[in-house]
């Protein structure tokens, strides 16, 4: 992934990724990218705590503001502005740059090392603040690299492959256990974020997962591997459902977080309605942001039999419906796709303009300066 960090006309020409012009506007994204993911936590915490997704879908999010934080800190006070953002299509950062902070947290040792420490780089800032006309800037570019490789934490970061959790559930079946597998990637094509719920069986025969042996690393390796590059829901339950004959999965959901159109995040066509419209009816940090819900579920088994399978193997049969477009494109039982924007901005949408018509199908979240108004 060494590939040159175009500016904003640049990507405008080519589609790849982008630059922001100055400090300040970094500053503003900082700022926006912390309202927004505010905003889907405020919307999850309003939603029932009973729904596994919804419940581990809230630490994801938290892992994903505090790496948006990371970022900020990293390049505030970097003069080549490095960041790699992508406004053509998502709006969120380029996967190149949650990338680059997994080979940090991979060099931290060396960070930290490169730099003094953070106590020390404050004195050296007073003294220069206390002289008057004195140059901060190396100071402060120091202390936020300082900063940042103290902050590296795997546990607390949103890397590439993020594992939720792994839960036995209750059941009375006797030649399977029954799971709750989470997890999330950063889509290295889409540039976003993306959340999953796994629930399966594992034959009795097997050892169990929580023992974490073989079983639970290859399983694990199939997910990530499988995940990475965000296939259609029905492509990735297959990969899973062929990793292993004692794996059956029975339902998973992803829900995609994004794109984001704002004036500052948008330079492609497809979100200049919407930002004309925040620009009109909007604050400064006011969004709108799309959220994408898609389910598929097993009805069944079957027994396959092939040259290499003796026996058979047992594999799952998921639903896809004939009679929805949407869910049946993309390989799923249900496509659910919601927009969460200002609730005034929602009020002066013309339903019948042609930007609006690959929207009209999807559910409203709105918002004011008091809360999220409506949930659904």
């Given at each position: 992934m060494n590939r040159e960090i175009k500016t904003i006309d640049e990507q405008r020409l080519c589609g790849d990724f982008a630059q922001l012009e100055n400090p300040d506007e970094y500053s503003k994204y900082f700022i926006l990218m912390t309202v927004v993911l505010g905003r889907v936590l405020e919307w999850i915490g309003v939603r029932s705590s009973t729904d596994h997704v919804v419940r581990d879908l809230k630490p994801m999010i938290d892992r994903l503001l505090y790496t948006i934080v990371l970022l900020k800190i990293k390049y505030s006070f970097n003069s080549s502005h490095e960041l790699a953002l992508d406004l053509n299509e998502s709006g969120f950062p380029h996967a190149i740059s949650i990338f680059q902070t997994v080979n940090d947290l991979n060099r931290k040792v060396?960070?930290?090392?490169?730099?003094?420490?953070?106590?020390?780089?404050?004195?050296?800032?007073?003294?220069?603040?206390?002289?008057?006309?004195?140059?901060?800037?190396?100071?402060?570019?120091?202390?936020?690299?300082?900063?940042?490789?103290?902050?590296?934490?795997?546990?607390?970061?949103?890397?590439?492959?993020?594992?939720?959790?792994?839960?036995?559930?209750?059941?009375?079946?006797?030649?399977?256990?029954?799971?709750?597998?989470?997890?999330a990637v950063y889509g290295e094509i889409c540039n976003m974020p993306y959340f999953h719920s796994l629930v399966f069986e594992q034959d009795s025969s097997r050892e169990p997962l929580e023992d974490g042996g073989d079983d639970w690393k290859q399983f694990v390796d199939t997910v990530s591997f499988s995940s990475k590059h965000v296939p259609q829901i029905g492509v990735l339950i297959h990969q899973i459902d062929d990793h292993s004959n004692s794996i059956h999965p029975k339902f998973l959901e992803r829900i995609q977080i994004g794109p984001l159109f704002t004036p500052l995040t948008s330079v492609s066509e497809s979100g200049a309605d919407f930002c004309e419209l925040l620009r009109k009816y909007g604050g400064e940090n006011d969004f709108v942001l799309e959220l994408r819900s898609e389910k598929i579920i097993s009805t069944g088994s079957k027994v396959t039999s092939g040259v290499f399978s003796r026996g058979g193997r047992v594999r799952e049969v998921f639903f896809i419906p004939n009679d929805d477009r949407i869910a049946y494109e993309n390989r799923a039982t249900s496509v659910v796709r919601k927009l969460m924007l200002p609730h005034r901005v929602l009020q002066n949408i013309n339903r019948t303009a042609e930007y609006f018509s690959p929207y009209k199908q999807h559910q409203t979240i709105t918002y004011t300066q008091k809360g999220v108004l409506n949930v659904n």
């Open positions: 060396d960070l930290a090392r490169n730099v003094a420490g953070v106590e020390t780089l404050k004195n050296i800032l007073v003294d220069k603040l206390l002289t008057t006309g004195a140059d901060t800037t190396e100071v402060l570019s120091d202390l936020s690299k300082s900063e940042y490789a103290n902050l590296l934490d795997e546990s607390r970061m949103f890397l590439p492959f993020t594992m939720g959790g792994l839960e036995r559930l209750d059941s009375d079946d006797k030649e399977h256990r029954r799971y709750i597998f989470t997890w």
